[in-house]
């Protein structure tokens, strides 16, 4: 039997990473995959989704500047998109195995074992796999979960990877559908009705059980967004219940019950059922062993699990399922085991990224979970028609929204880039919030010019009332308010 010093089960981001960084360690380590390297944060999530997005954004700019650039009535392949979504895949897998390969020999000493293969913790310190005709159990000291998830379906509801697809289904597509029923208006439902929408081939159907999409955003990002989506045909079921769905004649009709109890059934080609996922953990733990389980997933107290040698990271625990968060949480976990972290392991100051018309990026609290939280609050909002980079981009369309403490210290809460290159934004903003600063760090700094950028330097000059656009000139463009728990008051008269 091999002996090694940690046993990763799950090569998706979390695995990985969490396998790279004990080798810093000098560990010997196993990292077992059952199905294909990388995850589904390659092959059906972040890289394969958004690679469909970005081609997806050029071909809106194509529809919408077509007469201005004689491209009128284009038509898109969905083969020959399909096909560079696929190298995109291939080329990051590639790239991961490559490394994963030669890493022994680059390191001059084995320390490293990719086995791929369906993994099962049957003892405090074995792992049994099974796979490729060569079944063996291998004694590790320490044990990392890092199996990630799987979209979450519903007994009722007729999914079959064919007409009714899930999000790791979609790849079976063959051709822009001519409509479908996206079912659920998450992130990933957004996501999935912008980029069929963007290529203007697929009238797409919203379901939203809710008065507004994505309801754990602030009430002028999703504005921004709906509005986008209507214009490009979106037909959003707002304050809906979907209560029938079935395949017939290889189409799907599905009728909704609304929130004045009344009925209305529609048939769409294809369906895509996206209610979020669920922790992939069946069939990986003997009962003996002792790993608390909820609900939502693995419990875990900051990567440990109950099981004093056997850890849990990424999706398959109850944190935030992200791809930065499942690496962050893999490498964490291994300096628990072997050293001492540099760094808490804090969630307050993760950037995320909505992949949306246009992109939404984040960190720290919006407006609702400030209220939740019971903060009296100052906010800024600075529309994009003040930034020179967005007029140079030709493209106005969003906002900044900086939120700070309703004190003289004005530490930064949380902010929300709606616009062009909003995911490039962030991440000083996400540094300051990690370090419980002040946006006046941010506002006498020389920013790149011109760069979305310097936005967010405006508004930590409007905060502090000294700013090169004065509010209360360009009110339609600039809010400045602070929140006092009971309503909104202006900050600039």
Not at 16 to 39: C, T
Not at 355 to 371: R, S
């Amino acid at each position: 039997m091999k002996k090694f010093d940690v046993c990763v089960i799950g090569g998706g981001p979390a695995g990985y990473a969490a396998a790279m960084r004990a080798i810093d360690f000098g560990k010997r380590v196993a990292l077992v995959e059952k199905n294909k390297l990388g995850g589904a944060g390659i092959h059906q999530g972040a890289l394969w989704s958004k690679t469909w997005w970005e081609i997806s954004r050029e071909a809106r700019m194509i529809n919408l500047h077509g007469n201005t650039l004689n491209l009128n009535n284009t038509e898109f392949s969905f083969e020959k998109v399909k096909g560079e979504v696929a190298q995109a895949v291939e080329q990051r897998v590639s790239l991961l195995t490559h490394h994963m390969e030669n890493i022994n020999l680059g390191l001059g000493e084995e320390l490293f074992e990719y086995i791929h293969g369906t993994a099962k913790v049957t003892g405090k310190n074995t792992v049994d796999i099974v796979g490729n005709g060569q079944d063996k159990t291998i004694e590790a000291d320490y044990i990392i979960l890092a199996t990630g998830s799987v979209p979450r379906k519903l007994p009722h509801l007729p999914i079959d990877e064919e007409t009714v697809f899930t999000s790791d289904g979609l790849s079976n597509l063959t051709k822009f559908p001519k409509s479908i029923v996206i079912v659920g208006a998450g992130v990933i439902g957004c996501e999935f009705a912008t980029i069929f929408s963007n290529f203007g081939h697929t009238k797409v159907h919203l379901i939203d059980k809710g008065d507004r999409i994505l309801p754990f955003e602030d009430e002028d990002v999703v504005k921004v967004i709906e509005k986008n989506l209507e214009k490009k045909g979106v037909l959003i079921h707002r304050n809906s219940q979907l209560i029938d769905m079935k395949v017939d004649e290889g189409e799907v009709v599905y009728i909704l019950e609304y929130d004045d109890g009344t009925k209305e059934s529609f048939r769409v080609e294809k369906g895509l059922i996206s209610i979020g996922r669920i922790p992939q953990y069946d069939n990986l733990l003997d009962d003996n062993i002792g790993v608390e389980v909820d609900s939502r997933g693995i419990k875990d107290d900051l990567t440990k699990t109950s099981a004093s040698n056997i850890y849990a990271v990424g999706d398959i625990t109850a944190d935030i399922s992200l791809v930065n968060v499942g690496e962050l949480e893999g490498r964490y976990a291994v300096e628990r085991i072997f050293g001492k972290p540099e760094q808490p392991l804090i969630y307050k100051n993760i950037s995320t990224i909505m992949f949306l018309d246009p992109e939404i990026a984040g960190v720290g609290m919006n407006e609702i979970q400030a209220k939740e939280a019971g903060l009296q609050y100052k906010m800024v909002s600075l529309n994009y028609e003040t930034i020179t980079r967005a007029t140079a981009m030709r493209n106005t369309e969003g906002f900044i929204k900086v939120i700070v403490t309703n004190d003289d210290d004005m530490n930064i809460l949380g902010m929300r880039v709606v616009g062009e290159h909003a995911s490039s934004a962030i991440q000083a903003v996400a540094l300051l919030i990690s370090q419980d600063k002040s946006i006046k760090e941010l506002a006498e700094l020389i920013h790149p010019h011109p760069s979305i950028i310097e936005g967010i330097q405006e508004c930590g000059r409007i905060l502090m009332g000294k700013p090169l656009f004065k509010p209360r000139v360009l009110r339609s463009a600039i809010r400045c308010q602070v929140w006092d728990g009971k309503g909104y008051q202006d900050l600039v008269k």
